[in-house]
């Protein structure tokens, strides 16, 4: 007998901060509906997601075309970082391949949620004044400090969970299980708009000329690289747009390597 196919159905769960713990509405929950019971406390979009066994790749919006072609999928947004670092990376994984990845990633508050940006806030004005930033929301003062992402260490891996996240959703996302890849998250004291510098090794040797033109044919990526003026990317530019920034573009002393930020 043909095994049944898991049955499906659409969840929209959205994240919701308040009490000091996450919380999630329940399923089904309408955008504008968690919008007005939490009383403005949402924290993120919602997520879409398939229940099943088989829950397919996890993709970000160009690579999913492929996909959404020849089944009717669900797309799960992916985890925050990784999702801007395989919207860069895809042109080159397309074009060249990609066979190792170095990635420091430097996360804005607003990963955190609204209760995030709001203690940001509040402990830079208090720090300002001359009074001692209480940290709720973080474990550690945010307001001019930068540490290691505060999710749970393996203590066996020494990894978070947050660098776990991007490894493995990246590795999924391009449905390359022998990547390479080492991942460091750190918080910084930035409102909106996450960073990474991120040294990349190609899988086919390709000039600067090669990989710029790549990056330059991809709609979800906006080039700001101007040596000249010392104009690169930056979380003020990025903030209240869709393009992932890409900038300081140079050849790294790997012989197919590329780092870029």
């Known amino acids: 007998r043909p095994r049944k196919r898991p049955r499906t159905r659409r969840v929209a769960h959205h994240d919701v901060r308040g009490g000091g713990r996450n919380r999630r509405c329940g399923a089904g929950a309408a955008l504008a509906s968690c919008r007005k019971r939490h009383s403005g406390r949402l924290a993120s979009r919602s997520r879409i997601g398939t229940l099943g066994r088989d829950r397919g790749p996890r993709l970000t919006e160009s690579a999913a075309s492929a996909v959404l072609a020849n089944a009717g999928l669900i797309i799960a947004n992916p985890n925050c970082s990784a999702i801007i670092l395989v919207t860069a990376l895809n042109p080159l994984q397309r074009v060249f391949g990609v066979e190792r990845l170095v990635v420091s990633t430097y996360q804005a508050a607003s990963g955190a949620g609204d209760a995030a940006m709001r203690e940001l806030t509040e402990q830079s004005r208090a720090v300002l004044s001359g009074d001692a930033p209480l940290p709720e929301v973080f474990a550690k003062p945010c307001a001019f400090n930068v540490f290691s992402h505060d999710a749970p260490v393996d203590a066996d891996t020494g990894r978070n969970v947050e660098e776990q996240k991007v490894t493995e959703e990246t590795s999924k996302i391009f449905d390359q299980a022998d990547l390479r890849i080492s991942v460091t998250c ?76």
Do not use: C, Y
Not at 201 to 223: F, M, N, W
């Open 186 to 261: 750190i918080r910084v004291p930035v409102m909106r708009a996450h960073a990474e510098s991120v040294n990349v090794t190609l899988a086919t040797a390709a000039s600067e000329a090669q990989v710029r033109g790549a990056l330059e044919a991809s709609a979800d990526v906006k080039i700001v690289d101007d040596r000249a003026a010392n104009d690169f990317p930056a979380p003020l530019k990025a903030s209240g747009g869709n393009d992932v920034l890409v900038g300081r573009i140079r050849p790294a002393w790997q012989a197919r390597g590329l780092d870029a930020h």
